[in-house]
């Protein structure tokens, strides 16, 4: 079964970056996307971009370009999301999700992972 | 830049139906049926209910129903029960290949 399972949980102080990994199993890894997606404390989801693991070719949302770096390493499954430059505004759940087959639907997810910005 | 804008909360009684609406501005929206849905419970990940407007994975109760009409989709929860209680959000292709979700919707059941 596809199962996504994310790195643990990240304390950072403001300027530092952080880099949160999604190890796959259960399926071909480099057939579908992998999106990544946050949620604030108490806020909605939002979505930050995504990364063909087959190509490496990735999209960022416009509020995330040069502070986001999407790279996915095919031999151990894993894709990474390295976000830079945190502020208090980035303390969030981070969740990496899997494509149902194409198309921007996310159907596997994995547990999330809490970054915590804090000086 | 393209937004989806979700009542921030609906309520209904057990039984009742219920609807939560999601109001896209970009023409991508209007054009591309690649609308989803996701109900969200307190602490945990996010699940797939809908995608590509009316379609429901397997698995998820038909109790759950959605459709889209010009700029506007729409999410119908029949019969509703407390396990329904949580958020929703739609979610949809954007512009230049990126997606967006809504504000979310927090669903009650009284």
């Known amino acids: 079964q596809v199962q996504l399972v994310q790195s643990g949980p990240e304390v950072k102080k403001p300027g530092a970056s952080v880099k949160v990994s999604c190890k796959a199993s259960?399926?071909?890894?480099?057939?579908?996307?992998m999106h990544w997606v946050r949620q604030a404390p108490g806020q909605g989801l939002e979505w930050m971009g995504q990364?063909?693991?087959?190509?490496?070719?990735?999209k960022y949302a416009q509020k995330f370009q040069g502070r986001v770096t999407m790279t996915r390493d095919t031999s151990i499954s894993t894709a990474h999301m390295e976000l830079s430059r945190l502020t208090s505004d980035d303390t969030a759940v981070y969740y990496c999700?899997?494509?149902?087959?194409?198309?921007?639907?996310?159907?596997?997810w994995g547990q999330g992972t809490l970054v915590t910005v804090s000086s | 830049q393209s937004a989806l804008t979700q009542p921030a909360s609906v309520s209904g009684s057990p039984g009742q139906s219920i609807t939560i609406s999601c109001t896209g501005t970009?023409?991508?929206?209007?054009?591309?049926?690649?609308v989803s849905w996701y109900q969200q419970h307190p602490g945990k990940a996010p699940k797939l209910i809908i995608y590509?407007?009316?379609k429901r994975p397997s698995g998820v109760s038909n109790r759950f129903s959605a459709s889209k009409s010009g700029n506007t989709a729409s999410l119908t929860i029949s019969g509703l029960q407390a396990e329904d209680e949580a958020d929703y959000y739609c979610?949809?292709?954007?512009?230049?290949?990126?997606?967006?979700f809504g504000g979310g919707t927090k669903v009650t059941v009284l």
């Open positions: 970009s023409s991508e929206f209007e054009t591309y049926n690649l």
């Open positions: 259960g399926y071909t890894f480099a057939g579908y996307d």
């Open positions: 979610y949809s292709y954007a512009t230049s290949s990126t997606w967006v």
């Open positions: 999700a899997r494509e149902m087959y194409s198309g921007g639907v996310c159907y596997f």
């Open positions: 590509e407007v009316t």
């Open positions: 990364i063909n693991p087959d190509s490496g070719a990735t």
